[in-house]
């Protein structure tokens, strides 16, 4: 039976083609687009002021609230983390990546690429609160700060309201530390595999050209790996927008758009505002791919 049962797929390939791609896109629409669909359904609901039951009539008002000062400055602070992890993790990215990619040999390199991934090993938990313990005014980075007598710049740096507090485990400064550290093996394995892609012959020959490193770099090597870059980028910007336990972990009284959801969603059972700042992740990271596509990015992936 088995034998009759492969020689029948064997004969029809559109039939083993469905086979293999109906199961995966059942669950995409099912289960990834029917909840984005049952957010945005929510959304259009508003929960009563007086009795707090969620009332399932059409309306606009509780998406209207996601327009308030205090909801843009929560999208605000949160893009704007996100962006800035970004850049830092491509900047701190890259010269691994590239030396992985070019220059170190087979053996190495494995031991390298084990070296990243090793993180994301352990439990994402573990690693936050790990780094609250780092991080703390106890911690043993403050005694290596105070060692070297480095205590006035880190108070000068937590003196600023934007990015500071009363120690780096309670301040954007932290958070931002902690989210790059969290999301960097997503950006150095794409930047990685896109310069592996990237032939020696067109760095030498930009060299025999009479091109300097930096201007190589700028012209041959970045162009090239620049589609590495903008996937690591997706991980990192859609991944700080919705996380809520590092800001909930480390960051201060300022909310972020997770903390905001699981705020409304769990604290104050407020399901149809949660969905409708939910949607905001959402939007912000369809406008970022349409840049990107926009841009070229995603033409040599």
């Known amino acids: 039976m088995l034998t009759r049962l492969s020689t029948y797929f064997y004969q029809r390939p559109l039939y083993t083609l469905l086979l293999f791609l109906v199961p995966p896109m059942l669950y995409m629409v099912v289960v990834y687009l029917g909840s984005l669909f049952s957010l945005m359904i929510n959304s259009f609901y508003y929960i009563d002021d007086f009795s707090g039951i969620i009332i399932r ?43 992985i990619a070019k220059y170190a040999s087979p053996r190495l390199k494995t031991w390298l690429l084990i070296a990243v991934t090793i993180p994301l090993w352990s439990s994402y938990l573990v690693r936050v609160y790990a780094w609250k313990l780092i991080l703390a005014q106890e911690g043993i980075l403050s005694y290596f700060i105070n060692l070297f ?6 108070e000068w740096l937590l003196s600023f309201e934007g990015i500071g507090g009363s120690s780096l485990a309670l301040s954007p400064l932290g958070m931002f ?30 060299g025999d050209l009479g091109a300097k490193p930096l201007q190589t770099f700028r012209t041959v090597i970045l162009p090239l790996a620049f589609p590495g870059v903008i996937a690591g980028s997706i991980f990192t910007f859609s991944l700080t927008l919705g996380d809520f336990i590092i800001p909930l972990a ?38 970022y791919l349409l840049i990107a596509r926009k841009l070229g990015a995603f033409d040599a992936l």
Not at 64 to 80: G, K, L, M, W
Not at 180 to 206: D, G, H, K
Not at 260 to 273: M, R
């Open 57 to 99: 009539e059409f309306t606009l008002r509780t998406i209207a609230q996601v327009f308030t000062p205090a909801h843009r400055e929560i999208f605000t602070r949160t893009a704007s983390m996100a962006f800035f992890v970004t850049i830092a993790s491509a900047i701190v990215s890259f010269p691994l990546a590239y030396y």
């Open 149 to 154: 007598g480095l205590s006035g710049i880190l």
């Open 177 to 206: 530390i902690v989210f790059v550290y969290i999301w960097l093996p997503y950006m150095i394995i794409p930047i990685q595999t896109s310069l592996e892609r990237v032939p020696n012959s067109l760095v030498e020959a930009a």
């Open 250 to 287: 480390i960051g201060n009284s300022k909310f972020f758009i997770g903390q905001a959801v699981y705020s409304y969603q769990g604290t104050a059972g407020n399901i149809p505002l949660a969905a409708a700042m939910t949607l905001g992740p959402v939007v912000i990271m369809i406008i």
